[in-house]
């Protein structure tokens, strides 16, 4: 079991920065970390992923603004948001996720709430 805690959203204006932190209950580096994010009336969707070794991937609307990275030693996910939209508001989650050898792991966070708006 991997407990997950997102923080570091809040309120910002259109054009501004925040940097959610997603803080894992253990080793980590096994696992895809990845941040989604679900606004009022629409469907959870994918940011951004990183799997345990290889590329990341981004969702076609946050390529160029978004970035995210790990610390497998600091069991850390991080998702660096720049040049935030209104369209980007939501509440955005983190999650860990391994499917090996016939079993399927997949944890959430509880969510961090990111609101863009002048």
């Known amino acids: 079991q991997v407990h997950l805690v997102e923080s570091g959203g809040g309120l910002v204006q259109p054009g501004g920065s925040l940097r959610l932190s997603c803080a894992a209950s253990?080793?980590?580096?096994?696992?895809?970390m990845n941040w989604y994010r679900q606004a009022p009336g629409k469907q959870r969707e994918l940011v951004a992923g990183?799997?345990?070794?290889?590329?990341?991937n981004y969702a076609d609307a946050v390529k160029g603004r978004f970035t995210i990275s790990r610390d497998n030693a600091k069991k850390m996910a991080y998702l660096q948001m720049d040049s935030l939209k209104p369209e980007d508001t939501a509440v955005y989650y983190c999650?860990?996720?391994?499917?090996?050898?016939?079993?399927?792991?997949?944890?959430w966070g509880q969510g961090t709430q990111v609101t863009v708006s002048s």
């Open positions: 999650n860990a996720f391994l499917q090996a050898f016939g079993q399927l792991s997949d944890y």
């Open positions: 253990r080793s980590i580096s096994i696992y895809a």
């Open positions: 990183m799997p345990s070794a290889g590329r990341t």
